[in-house]
T-cell receptor
Framework: ETGVTQSPTHLIKTRGQQVTLRCSSQSGHNTVSWYQQALGQGPQFIFQ???????GRGNFPPRFSGLQFPNYSSELNVNALELDDSALYLC????????????FGPGTRLLVL | GEDVEQSLFLSVREGDSSVINCTYTDSSSTYLYWYKQEPGAGLQLLTY?????DMKQDQRLTVLLNKKDKHLSLRIADTQTGDSAIYFC????????????FGTGTRLTIIP
């Protein structure tokens, strides 16, 4: 039990739609990262937020965007969904201290038809 | 660029030791991690090692780091059926930046 929760657990969308995924971090964790894990692959870094500002981004297009809120919750938004966006989306929170580990949520499985 | 590689599959008899290997390319990696993912679940941090260490032991888990060869291994002693999962190694790219680069994962299967 990491104290990090995500909702929903599963989601089905169609191409072109928009989706919002949610994450609730551990209390006191002001850094949240989002990862995309395609089937049979390792997680790929999407972006990180620190104190409500984007703090690093992986190789993902601008239609992937995020928000972080003062209450330790955050969102991942994906516009204009494509079939290849089907994946498990993981959020991870940490205290932001140097060398501090990240704690992952259980993920949201998104299927795009 | 950053790259982390693992073999895809490993089968081990129950009670034997499992050794999962990982190689990485970025010599500036600060921390190296092992995560476990069970079917339908997120990632569970098993252990991590700081790059100036050669070995770390935690109960049934032993991590060995060969920094010269950029090789990391995870040994699980007395492997049990509950150890069946996918194991990912990961590294931090930049000091203070917690972005993780993961390998593709090794699926560990336990043979009764």
């Amino acid at each position: 039990e990491t104290g990090v929760t995500q909702s929903p657990t599963h989601l089905i969308k169609t191409r072109g739609q928009q989706v919002t995924l949610r994450c609730s971090s551990q209390s006191g964790h002001n850094t949240v990262s989002w990862y995309q894990q395609a089937l049979g692959q390792g997680p790929q870094f999407i972006f990180q937020y620190y104190r409500e500002e984007e703090n690093g981004r992986g190789n993902f297009p601008p239609r992937f965007s995020g928000l972080q809120f003062p209450n330790y919750s955050s969102e991942l938004n994906v516009n204009a969904l494509e079939l290849d966006d089907s994946a498990l989306y993981l959020c991870a929170s940490s205290s932001g201290l140097v060398g501090e580990t990240q704690y992952f949520g259980p993920g949201t499985r998104l299927l795009v038809l | 660029g950053e790259d982390v590689e693992q073999s895809l599959f490993l089968s081990v008899r129950e009670g034997d030791s499992s050794v999962i290997n990982c190689t990485y390319t970025d010599s500036s990696s600060t921390y190296l991690y092992w995560y476990k993912q069970e079917p339908g679940a997120g990632l569970q941090l098993l252990t991590y090692i700081f790059s100036n260490m050669d070995m770390k032991q935690d109960q049934r888990l032993t991590v060995l780091l060969n920094k010269k060869d950029k090789h990391l291994s995870l040994r699980i002693a007395d492997t049990q059926t509950g150890d069946s999962a996918i194991y990912f190694c990961a590294e931090n790219q930049n000091f203070g930046n917690e972005k993780l680069t993961f390998g593709t994962g090794t699926r560990l299967t336990i043979i009764p």
